[in-house]
Every structure is written in structure tokens, then in C-alpha cells.
T-cell receptor
């Protein structure tokens, strides 16, 4: 089955810096890659996703890039703010109601 | 509010007991997923149902079982509970081909 590796497990940055979280996946059939943000004690919430027919997607301060050849994708957060502090999960699936396989998460801490 | 409802929010029970967790998916969503989240394991996929039928099975113990009813709500049954079963149990639902999953707020299970 699919295996998703996520790095780093923790990331500390200063407010205003950029943060990058990287994931690799094993199943070349995977074609849907969402990112979830989970604040302490709350549900994971989808923040951005990308499908295999595009290489990059942006939404304000958040961007995701995908390299299908290398089977890795990354989350980029620019101009970080303290409210960005949370655990971020990447995931992969082959789409069409198939299961999402999650990475183990990255705890992002943004210091004022 | 994601539209996915889970009950109860908190559950404390003793080892050896059996509990049932309930999930109501978003209106119109046919697919329900169950995930277990513990501190050291991230989001572990347990099982998926689609329109009443089991579609995929992950790392679900034999002591655990689930079902999806005709009205599409789902129940996760956990029996012979052990201390290590203490975790957050999330339900998620999706309703289109793109596998965008929306999570409920979770049930925090504590086994004492």
C-alpha cells in the first residue's frame, strides 16, 4: 500500500519567515495530495490540495508543489504568523473515494 | 463546522469494556472513513465504508468493527478495550470523486 513520509517532524520559525514541509510518497498511482492543518484539540482541516495534473498551486500565503517524477510534494508557507502554529499533515491517495494515507505530521511553531 | 458530526465528544471507560462511537457524515456524502490518532502514531486509517459497504481496511484491530447504516451514518465498535486504545478517533466523509475528506471533531476515548 501507499506510504507517506513527512519531514521535518518539528519546525520552529520566527514570525515573518517562510516554512517548508516536505513529503514523499511511494505509490506512483497516487494523484491527489491534500494538506491538513490541525490545531491543538481540534479536527484536521483541509488548507490546500493539488492534483497530479498540476505542478504548483497557490492560495495567498500558502503554496504546494508536486514533483511526480521524484514522488515528492511540499507545502510552503510565506510570511508566517503565530496563528500558523499547528500540526500540518500531508496525505496522498489515488482519488475516486480511495483512502487518504497521511504522513506523521509536522508541528510548526511560529514565534512572535 | 465541517458538517460531520461525531458523538460522544469524550468517553472514559475501563479496560475490558466495549464502546460505540457514532458518526454522521455531511449531507449527501456516501463515503465514511475512520481514523485513530494517538500521540506517537499520527493519523492511522482504520476502515472505510462507501454507501453501506466496506471499501477499504487499514490497521484495524480484530477487536474493532464498524458498519454504515442505510441512512449513511456509521458506528465504530471497540471491544475488550486496552489502555493503548486511548486515542482520538476521527470520522471523515467525502462525497465526490476527488476524495476531499472533511473531518468531524473527533471522539476522545480514555481507557482507565
Amino acid at each position: 500500500g501507499e506510504n507517506v513520509e513527512q519531514h521535518p517532524s518539528t519546525l520552529s520559525v520566527q514570525e515573518g519567515d517562510s516554512a517548508v514541509i516536505k513529503c514523499t510518497y511511494s505509490d506512483s498511482a497516487s494523484n491527489y495530495f491534500p494538506w491538513y492543518k490541525q490545531e491543538l484539540g481540534k479536527r484536521p482541516q483541509l488548507i490546500i490540495d493539488i492534483r497530479s495534473n498540476v505542478g504548483e498551486k497557490k492560495d495567498q500565503r500558502i503554496a504546494v508543489t508536486l514533483n511526480k517524477t521524484a514522488k515528492h510534494f511540499s507545502l510552503h508557507i510565506t510570511e508566517t504568523q503565530p496563528e500558523d502554529s499547528a500540526v500540518y499533515f500531508c496525505a496522498a491517495s489515488i482519488g475516486g473515494y480511495s483512502t487518504l494515507t497521511f504522513g506523521k505530521g509536522t508541528m510548526l511553531l511560529v514565534s512572535p | 463546522d465541517s458538517g460531520v458530526t461525531q458523538t460522544p465528544k469524550h468517553l472514559i471507560t475501563a479496560t475490558g469494556q466495549r464502546v460505540t462511537l457514532r458518526c454522521s457524515p455531511r449531507s449527501g456524502d456516501l463515503s465514511v472513513y475512520w481514523y485513530q490518532q494517538s500521540l506517537d502514531q499520527g493519523l492511522q486509517f482504520l476502515i472505510q465504508y462507501y454507501n453501506g459497504e466496506e471499501r477499504a481496511k487499514g490497521n484495524i484491530l480484530e477487536r474493532f468493527s464498524a458498519q454504515q447504516f442505510p441512512d449513511l451514518h456509521s458506528e465504530l465498535n471497540l471491544s475488550s478495550l486496552e489502555l493503548g486504545d486511548s486515542a482520538l478517533y476521527f470520522c471523515a466523509s467525502s462525497g465526490n470523486r476527488e476524495t476531499e475528506a472533511f473531518f468531524g471533531q473527533g471522539t476522545r476515548l480514555t481507557v482507565v
